[in-house]
């Protein structure tokens, strides 16, 4: 099938790469001009294990183009995916859909024949009805389809070649049987084909966006709880996920969620809701306390260094807001690195995705490029993100400092051991060792 992916970002760009790889055609545009000429290099804008070598794959065996004519990519194509992205707007929780809409008057301007027009950006529900109200005037020439994407940054491509399920949305028949085709090389895998309502799709993905979101902060409150308690958090986690009503998945205690999805789509989901005037209060308090969380955790520190951060040499090991990936959306480093410096502390660190542009103007914050650079000479080490390469450090040969302590935020480590290697250690939701 010939497929045009609209908008060249995480998800239309994993989604187009792994599209051309079962076989279709597909063209990927977009308006950023540098970002189309890298992927014609065949160099991803996105760190994604994997995406580098299949981009390079699918491009010499031309199933898979890269272009900034919108023009050419619609009329040329039967099936428009539009990935653009749905922030929100800024100082409200409501979602901007202006990239959609834009992209929706370009698909309307330039569609000459007819054409199936799937969203997968993650939209309110009833974004389906307005796309429909902008192509009115062309309405026989197309179909609207709600096709929410679940790629887990670190894992989309293993995600979009064996997932969970496929959820469409359409309120036409017929459209299903496209879909079903479009998607039978993964379907014939074993994936579940699920079909409902177009406002049904489009609230699947909030909904379980909101409950995964809902499933970390839960744990992470209990965490609290068992620190006063001294209980271990992952004695609970593992006691609740076993009971396959609950399952064990996102019941690890840690740092507030972060990344491209669950803060704005919790938000989102609100607001839609309120919309419709109905009050989801358990939503709102899992925003609220996601919130608090970076808050508590930077308490901490002060609790284990104490009130005077001034000249204190502090390494953070990863800061993305999680590992194999080089998103930094709404990473509680974004919060925890500035306070610290406001406060006087000498700042380090060090993510595997290379430095980041967020703290390059902040003073007393300096990257570096290995654990042991990083770490030498450090007061505490925080260990934010869960990189494979932060598992099994020897701290005491990386730090040369007789007095370093260990804020593990990943539970990575056993308090046991620390302790046995004389190492002062502190972690989340378990009884310090110490």
Same mark, same amino acid.
């Given at each position: ?45 996105? &760190? ?60 309307? !301007? ?9 969203? =997968? ?11 429909? +109200?902008?192509?009115?005037?062309? =309405? ?21 070649? /064996? ?10 028949? +017929? ?13 014939? =895998? ?15 993905? &909030? ?56 803060? !704005? ?11 419709? !005037? ?5 939503? !709102? ?64 660190? /060090? @993510? ?35 990189? @494979? ?30 302790? =046995? ?14």
């Amino acid at each position: 099938m010939k497929l045009c992916m609209i908008g060249t970002g995480y998800v239309g760009l994993v989604s187009g790469v792994c599209f051309a790889d079962i076989g279709n055609q597909v063209v990927c545009v977009d308006k950023d001009k540098t970002k189309i000429d890298k992927l014609n290099f065949g160099v991803s804008p996105i &760190y994604e294990p994997g995406l580098d070598e299949l981009i390079k794959k699918n491009f010499l065996a031309k199933r898979l183009s890269f272009t900034t004519n919108i023009n050419k990519a619609i009329s040329t194509s039967d099936i428009i995916f539009i990935c653009v992205g749905t922030p929100t707007r800024k100082g409200s929780i409501k979602v901007d859909l202006s990239f959609v809409n834009k992209c929706t008057k370009d698909i309307f !301007k330039y569609s000459k024949r007819k054409k199936i027009i799937v969203t =997968k950006s993650t939209v309110p529900v009833g974004t389906g009805d307005e796309i429909e +109200k902008i192509l009115k005037k062309k =309405k026989k020439l197309f179909t609207i389809i709600s096709n929410p994407e679940f790629l887990r940054e670190g894992e989309a491509i293993r995600d979009f070649r /064996y997932p969970d399920r496929i959820v469409i949305g359409s309120n036409e028949k +017929k459209a299903f049987n496209t879909m079903r085709k479009l998607y039978a090389p993964l379907i014939n =895998k074993g994936s579940k084909f699920f079909t409902t309502s177009r406002r049904g799709a489009e609230l699947i993905k &909030y909904a379980s966006n909101a409950f995964l979101a809902t499933k970390i902060t839960f744990i992470n409150e209990l965490a609290n709880l068992c620190e006063k308690t001294g209980v271990n958090i992952e004695d609970i986690s593992l006691g609740m996920g076993a009971d396959s009503r609950i399952g064990g998945r996102f019941l690890r205690a840690g740092p507030a969620y972060g990344g491209s999805c669950f803060p !704005k789509d919790t938000k989102g989901l609100v607001s839609a809701a309120d919309k419709f !005037k109905i009050n989801l209060t358990v939503v !709102k308090s899992v925003i609220k306390s996601n919130q608090e969380r970076v808050n508590l955790l930077t308490q901490r520190i002060h609790k284990i260094l104490g009130s005077n951060l001034r000249n204190k040499n502090i390494s953070f090991l990863g800061v993305t807001f999680k590992p194999n990936t080089d998103d930094m959306r709404d990473s509680s480093s974004l919060k925890m690195i500035p306070y610290l410096c406001k406060k006087g502390a000498k700042v380090r660190y /060090y @993510d595997p995705s290379g430095e980041k542009n967020e703290f390059k103007k902040i003073k007393n914050c300096k990257y570096r490029n290995n654990i042991k650079s990083s770490c030498n000479g450090a007061d505490l080490i925080i260990l934010l993100t869960e990189w @494979d390469e932060f598992k099994s450090i020897d701290f005491k040969k990386v730090v040369k400092n007789t007095k370093f302590k260990v804020f593990d935020l990943r539970n990575l480590y056993s308090a046991e051991e620390m302790k =046995k290697n004389k190492i002062k250690y502190y972690s989340v939701g378990r009884p310090d060792a110490n």
